[in-house]
């Protein structure tokens, strides 16, 4: 396996990397030109068919456990980096980056009695996976497969630069996929998204509060439109389209409500989200008590 990992080597040591500035980061500049891209994208089939094996298993676990009790949940997090070369253009994120996307994440679900402790980091120079591991490739499947740790309990993070290919500033697995392919799950980040780590507007590391809203079972907000069961969240007003920038008053969708564009789980700028509701958060530990045992 050619695999260079610097983990030993860098925790617990501080490594000095100047932080370029916004204008020198043209891979996260591409993102912003063309607004959010997420890869986690379903149809309205596969989420037809995700919900109704969810639905059965949460009646079956109801029965037999009763209503969980409102406790902090804990998820170990193993952050996994993949780079170029040891300068953060290159895709090298030394503690301080991660320790903030940390507390960004520990913020975001703290309302939904989640938390989220780093449990290992580890650095990987692969130039091959740094540059196209997007959904369904070979270089995924590749970095997965040496780095993936933990049960399904447990959150991967990779980190990559989406050189080649698709766009993407993130994608995440589902809870329902854990089973039928283990080393699969987890979410994949533009490095760029971390807090700080690239120009606006994606830079306050709202991307990983995004995909791991994916990764613990939740839906876009303009999931089905205005259509149908949307995100099947109760107190998500549906939404036509996805929201770019931050457009305040919104309203596409003649359902009661706003367009939610506050939510995390919407396409705005990382500086205009800063919602889940309730609704998504007892869906995420509905989700975590089905699919992801802890
Ligand atoms: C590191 O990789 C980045 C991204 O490909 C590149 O722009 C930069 O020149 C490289 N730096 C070094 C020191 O090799
Ligand atoms: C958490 O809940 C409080 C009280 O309802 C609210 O003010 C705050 O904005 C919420 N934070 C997040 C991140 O949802
Ligand atoms: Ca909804
Ligand atoms: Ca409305
Ligand atoms: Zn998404």
């Not at 068919?49 to 949460?58: G, V």
């Not at 907000?221 to 931050?246: I, K, M, N, R, W």
Request: a negative charge; charged letters at 20%; hydrophobic letters at 35%.
């Amino acid at each position: 396996m050619m695999l260079t990992s610097f983990f030993a080597a860098l925790l617990g040591t501080s490594i000095a990397l100047a932080y370029p500035g916004p204008v020198s980061n043209p891979l996260a500049l591409r993102s912003a030109d063309s607004g959010r891209v997420c890869g986690t994208v379903v149809s309205k089939d596969t989420v037809t068919a995700m919900e109704s094996r969810f639905e059965e298993k949460l009646a079956q676990i109801a029965r037999v456990k009763g209503d969980r009790d409102t406790v902090t949940v804990t998820l170990q997090v193993y952050f996994h980096v993949i780079c170029r070369n040891q300068t953060l253009e290159g895709g090298f994120l030394d503690r301080g980056y991660i320790d903030n996307q940390m507390d960004v994440l520990n913020s975001a679900y703290a309302n939904s009695s989640l938390s989220f402790r780093l449990e290992r980091l580890d650095y990987t120079e692969m130039a091959e996976w740094f540059d196209n591991a997007s959904p369904g490739t070979q270089q995924q499947t590749n970095m997965k497969q040496a780095l993936h740790l933990g049960s399904g309990a447990d959150l991967n993070i990779y980190t990559i630069g989406f050189t080649s290919g698709e766009r993407l500033l993130g994608y995440a697995t589902f809870p329902d996929a854990y089973r039928s392919d283990t080393k699969n799950d987890g979410v994949v980040l533009l490095y760029s998204s971390l807090p700080d780590a690239g120009p606006p507007p994606f830079n306050e590391g709202m991307t990983a509060v995004h995909q791991v809203g994916h990764w613990l079972g939740l839906y876009h907000t303009f999931q089905d439109g205005c259509d149908g069961e949307g995100d099947y969240v109760y107190d998500t007003p549906s939404e036509a389209e996805p929201a770019f920038g931050c457009p305040e008053g919104r309203d596409t969708c003649e359902a009661p409500g706003l367009d939610p564009i506050h939510n995390y789980m919407d396409y705005t700028d990382d500086s205009c989200m800063n919602q889940f509701t309730p609704g998504q958060a007892q869906r995420v530990l509905d989700q975590l008590n089905v699919y992801r045992t802890f």
